[in-house]
Antibody, heavy 120, light 110 residues
Framework: EVQLVESGGGSVKPGGSLRVSCAAS????????MTWVRQAPGKGLEWLGR??????????HYAAPVKGRFTISRDDSKNTLYLQMNSLTTEDTALYYC???????????WGQGTLVTVSS | QSVLTQPPSVSAAPGQRVTISCSGS????????VSWYQQLPGTAPKLVIY???KRPSGIPDRFSGSKSGTSATLDITGLQTGDEADYYC???????????FGGGTKLTVL
């Protein structure tokens, strides 16, 4: 069974940094392309970025609002996806989901999310 | 402001049919496949349609999708109270080189 378990969320002050993780199991993680999506309270889904598998170069792409502040990485030896978030603002308060990308950018499986709150 | 445009809400009675639209442009829907996601209250989104019109295993055939040009639609027939949820369309945008979503549509089953 595919499982994605996000962790590492919490409260951080504006300007601070936080790294959230996504532990994957039930599929061949090193072959998977992965994506982070967030959802601010009461708002819609926002695509943040994607990382390809190492066999496809491990290339990353980011949405404009987070480019230069957020970094997606992976540790295939630990079956874990990461999202490093820097220069956080109150606008980054959201539930952060990791997802598996299948063909044609389909987000086939989602974790339960980890909540990040940016507040002074 | 979402890249893809959806109506904020739709409603219909149990047993009826509802259609949710998703409008985009040549760089996203016009050039790539569309997916649809169902988000029940308090839960993570779940894929219900991919590649415009395919259903993942376990999704009932009451859910169907279609695409024409730069628009897509999600149809749900035989509505049940358990279908009440937010529905999001999504696609890859070849110009932005990023994924994009619609703003979401809240389905109410009256």
């Amino acid at each position: 069974e595919v499982q994605l378990v996000e962790s590492g969320g919490g409260s951080v002050k504006p300007g601070g940094s936080l790294r959230v993780s996504c532990a994957a199991s039930g599929f061949t993680f090193n072959n998977a392309w992965m994506t982070w999506v967030r959802q601010a309270p009461g708002k819609g889904l926002e695509w943040l970025g994607r990382i390809k598998s190492d066999s496809h170069g491990g290339t990353t792409h980011y949405a404009a609002p987070v480019k230069g502040r957020f970094t997606i990485s992976r540790d295939d030896s630990k079956n874990t996806l990461y999202l490093q978030m820097n220069s956080l603002t109150t606008e980054d308060t959201a539930l952060y989901y990791c997802t598996i990308v299948e063909a044609a950018a389909t987000l086939a499986h989602w974790g339960q999310g980890t909540l990040v709150t940016v507040s002074s | 402001q979402s890249v893809l445009t959806q109506p904020p809400s739709v409603s219909a009675a149990p047993g009826q049919r509802v259609t949710i639209s998703c409008s985009g442009s040549s760089s996203n829907i016009g050039d790539n496949y569309v997916s649809w996601y169902q988000q029940l209250p308090g839960t993570a989104p779940k894929l219900v349609i991919y590649n415009n019109n395919k259903r993942p295993s376990g999704i009932p055939d009451r859910f169907s999708g279609s695409k024409s040009g730069t628009s897509a639609t999600l149809d749900i027939t035989g509505l049940q109270t358990g279908d009440e949820a937010d529905y999001y369309c999504g696609a890859w945008d070849s110009s932005l080189i990023a994924g994009v979503f619609g703003g979401g549509t809240k389905l109410t089953v009256l």
